[in-house]
């Protein structure tokens, strides 16, 4: 017999390996979309690693702790999603960007070593890789230095790809330092999965009459192995994408080394076949490769190559999803110069320790202060990073007073903190795992969206709920608050 137990409607798109339906459309009827079995496979695949995660690091000795979601707002970083208190009226909670300060505290607690798969919010805007609430795997170890930590999750990131993947890594991660990475790279999270690495040819640019190069801070190119027959619509189509707005670069100039190893370029007129040639040689070019040269500001260059480079990359099928290649990113600046504000941020957070060495330069050179910190990268993605963090109330009140910040507003903002430290801080660091980034990559995806049950869409909206939405005028009366129309030009 067969006995119907609930009659359905016919669903708005086909629920199959690859439906007929749009992304607005999937996402309205979200609970059809998960139906599918690729959807199916990605919870799946999140189940399993984060179930691999609990036993590596409940064996490694770490402490599953929740901390609140009801917390303060604090500056840097992005912006802060509010909740306002009915029971103080005018006051508002903030939703945590991470757990940064709480596992800190716990280690002045006496904790060990901390661990917790824990929801963040971050009010910012939304692309392939970001969602306003995403997951993290939060870590935080008592009496470590850099390398502590990175052999430690080293192995936790070997093992999730032993479990999930049956991939085995026999050999130590590359640690990258950070200056490294963007000369050869342009990028402080690499995908070294293949080469067509960044050429520093400025001193070989300049002064020949070429006003672009002559007038630039940075020259810079990268070879396309086999890629000289490409056509001159080819080779325009590559010149309007380095001039998008996410690229940023003026323009292109191409070099060709023709099989016959005859050599043409777009800048004949300025420099000579054999000076050419010494730039291939330079590059490692050959007979058969196309040659991309950009020029302009020196750390915007690096990033419209990267760029371009990734492009490449995607173009001659370099980057294979499933293929990996893990790095550590290291030695980062420990602060970055704003033009616009003039002052300086923490490039991390305010809590990032210097490297012991540099110290010293906050008195003549702050801008060249290395940090005690690390990224992991996998195929151009960064998974995770984290830092050794200051435990010194007189280190951490220098810091402050570089970043701009008064002794009342530091107080204001980071006196739990800095009062905590008085009684007593071990030194300590940790790491956080973006975990949606860390499922999609490990499932060869580029965007987490699939990765999560029910994320927003590019405007930060759920439609399936129809969230965010107005609250009635009883509950913003109970909340003290009042609702303004925004301008129409906004």
């Known amino acids: 017999?067969?006995?119907?137990?609930?009659?359905?409607?016919?669903?708005?798109?086909?629920?199959?390996?690859?439906?007929?339906?749009?992304?607005?459309?999937?996402?309205?009827?979200?609970?059809?979309?998960?139906?599918?079995?690729?959807?199916?496979?990605?919870?799946?695949?999140?189940?399993?690693?984060?179930?691999?995660?609990?036993?590596?690091?409940?064996?490694?000795?770490?402490?599953?702790?929740?901390?609140?979601?009801?917390?303060?707002?604090?500056?840097?970083?992005?912006?802060?999603?509010?909740?306002?208190?009915?029971?103080?009226?005018?006051?508002?909670?903030?939703?945590?960007?991470?757990?940064?300060?709480?596992?800190?505290?716990?280690?002045?607690?006496?904790?060990?070593?901390?661990?917790?798969?824990?929801?963040?919010?971050?009010?910012?805007?939304?692309r392939a890789d970001r969602q306003p609430e995403f997951t993290q795997i939060d870590c935080e170890m008592s009496f470590v230095e850099q390398e502590d930590v990175l052999e430690v999750f080293e192995r936790l990131a070997k093992y999730m790809f032993s479990e999930t993947l049956g991939i085995t890594f026999d050999y130590q991660f590359q640690r990258m330092p950070w200056q490294e990475a963007m000369a050869r790279y342009g990028s402080d999270k690499p995908d070294i999965r293949f080469g067509m690495e960044i050429n520093d040819l400025s001193e070989e640019a300049r002064g020949k009459g070429f006003v672009v190069f002559d007038s630039a801070e940075y020259v810079g190119g990268i070879v396309a192995k086999g890629c000289a027959d490409y056509t001159r619509k080819q080779i325009d189509e590559l010149t309007e994408f380095v001039k998008r707005p996410q690229v940023g670069a003026k323009g292109l100039v191409w070099i060709r080394l023709a099989a016959d190893g005859s050599i043409k370029s777009s800048i004949d007129k300025f420099f000579s076949a054999d000076e050419l040639r010494a730039w291939a040689g330079k590059c490692g070019a050959e007979a058969g490769d196309l040659m991309m040269i950009l020029a302009g500001d020196r750390m915007k260059t690096l990033a419209a190559l990267n760029v371009l480079r990734l492009e490449m990359g995607d173009r001659l099928g370099l980057r294979d999803p499933h293929k990996f290649a893990p790095l550590w990113v290291v030695d980062f600046p420990l602060l970055e110069w704003d033009e616009e504000t003039h002052r300086f941020y923490a490039m991390h957070h305010p809590f990032t320790s210097p490297k012991p060495e540099d110290i010293p330069l906050f008195d003549t050179d702050p801008a060249a202060i290395r940090a005690n910190a690390y990224d992991f990268v996998v195929n151009g993605v960064e998974v995770g990073g984290g830092s050794i963090r200051i435990f010194d109330s007189a280190l951490q009140s220098r810091l402050f007073e570089t970043l701009g910040f008064t002794h009342e507003e530091a107080e204001k903002q980071f006196g739990f903190l800095m009062n905590a430290f008085k009684y007593g801080a071990p030194p300590h660091g940790g790491i956080a795992f973006g975990f949606d980034r860390m499922c999609a990559v490990f499932g060869g995806a580029d965007s987490i969206r699939d990765y999560i049950a029910f994320p927003k869409n590019n405007a930060g909206r759920d439609t399936m709920i129809d969230a965010p939405a107005p609250l009635a005028d009883a509950q913003l009366d109970e909340l003290a608050l009042r609702v303004e129309k925004p301008e129409a030009t906004k």
């Open 1 to 126: 017999t067969l006995n119907i137990l609930n009659r359905s409607e016919v669903p708005p798109f086909t629920i199959e390996e690859q439906s007929d339906g749009g992304d607005e459309l999937r996402m309205r009827y979200r609970y059809l979309d998960l139906r599918r079995p690729p959807l199916q496979r990605n919870l799946m695949l999140r189940h399993r690693m984060a179930q691999s995660l609990r036993r590596f690091l409940d064996n490694e000795g770490f402490l599953e702790i929740e901390t609140p979601f009801l917390i303060r707002s604090t500056p840097e970083g992005a912006r802060d999603f509010v909740v306002p208190s009915r029971m103080n009226a005018g006051e508002f909670y903030a939703l945590p960007q991470s757990p940064q300060t709480f596992k800190q505290l716990l280690m002045v607690s006496g904790y060990d070593r901390y661990f917790q798969i824990v929801r963040c919010f971050r009010d910012e805007d939304l």
